[in-house]
C-alpha cells in the first residue's frame, strides 16, 4: 500500500511539473521534437501546426531553453532521407542562423539565403522543390533588422556582382513613400520600413512566379509567412500568414 501511495505520488508531481513547464504545442506529446523527421510524422503535420513549431522554438532560443540534441546521431538518422517541416528564404547575414534561432536541428528545415532575402527563378525552383517534392508545409521569408543588404539598396550602392543583387531589392525601396526624412541607410525608420515592404513584397512574389506553390497553398497544404528577425533580441515577429489563394 505504501508503495502504490508512492507511485500515485509521483505520477501526481510529474504531471504538475509537466503543467508548470508546459508543452509547446500538442505535437510535442506526439513524437520526439529532438528526433529528425520522417516521412510518417512529416505528413501528419498541418502548415498551421508546423508554424506553431516555429514559434515555440523562437520562444525556447529566446528564453535559453533549446532542446538538447545528438546532432551527430541526427546526421546518422538523415542519411538516407530528409522529411523537413518549413523552408526559410533568409539573408546571408551571420547573426541569423535559421536553426538556432528556431531551435531545429539537423533535417528539420530547408534553407535558402541570399543578400536581402529575395526570390528568383533559382531561388523559387529551389522552394518548389523544397515544398512539392520534399513535402515542406511552411515558405518562411525572413527578413531582419540592421539588414545591410536592404541599407546598400537604399543607398544605392554599385560594387561587382554586388550592384545587380541589390537591385532587386528596388522595387521595396520605390514602395516606401511614407517615412519622412532622407531616404538612405541613415534614416533608421526608413531601412526598417523598407525591409518589412520587402518581406510583403517577396511573400507576393512567390505566389505570382510559382504557380506550383501558389496551387499548393490554395490546396491548403502549404502556408506562405513573412517574418521579422531582431538582431538585438534574436525575437523572430511573425506577420500574417498566406493561407489560401485562388487557385
Request: proline letters at 4%.
Amino acid at each position: 500500500m505504501r508503495r502504490l501511495r508512492f507511485l500515485v505520488h509521483s505520477s501526481l508531481v510529474s504531471a504538475l511539473v509537466l503543467f508548470l513547464v508546459g508543452v509547446p504545442t500538442a505535437i510535442a506529446s506526439e513524437r520526439d521534437l529532438t528526433a529528425p523527421l520522417t516521412a510518417e510524422t512529416q505528413a501528419a503535420l498541418t502548415p498551421a501546426e508546423v508554424l506553431q513549431l516555429l514559434k515555440d522554438g523562437n520562444e525556447r532560443f529566446l528564453n535559453g531553453q533549446a532542446l538538447e540534441r545528438d546532432f551527430l546521431s541526427q546526421v546518422r538518422m538523415t542519411s538516407e532521407g530528409q522529411y523537413p517541416m518549413a523552408s526559410i528564404l533568409g539573408c546571408i547575414d551571420s547573426r541569423v542562423p535559421h536553426e538556432i534561432v528556431f531551435d531545429k536541428g539537423v533535417g528539420d528545415i530547408f534553407s535558402a539565403r541570399i543578400a536581402g532575402n529575395f526570390v528568383n527563378a533559382d531561388i523559387l525552383g529551389s522552394l518548389e522543390f523544397a515544398t512539392a517534392v520534399a513535402g515542406s508545409k511552411v515558405v518562411v521569408v525572413l527578413g531582419h533588422s540592421e539588414c545591410g543588404a536592404i541599407k546598400g539598396a537604399c543607398d544605392n550602392v554599385e560594387l561587382g556582382n554586388l550592384t545587380s543583387t541589390l537591385a532587386n531589392l528596388a522595387p521595396a525601396v520605390y514602395a516606401v513613400t511614407d517615412v519622412p526624412g532622407e531616404r538612405t541607410s541613415k534614416n533608421k525608420p526608413f531601412v526598417e520600413k523598407v525591409a518589412h515592404q520587402n518581406v510583403d513584397m517577396t511573400v507576393q512574389n512567390i505566389l505570382d512566379r510559382s504557380p506550383v506553390m501558389r496551387r499548393l497553398v490554395a490546396e491548403g497544404k502549404l502556408m506562405i509567412v513573412g517574418a521579422m528577425h531582431d538582431v538585438r533580441t534574436g525575437k523572430v515577429e511573425f506577420m500574417d500568414p498566406v493561407t489560401s489563394v485562388e487557385d
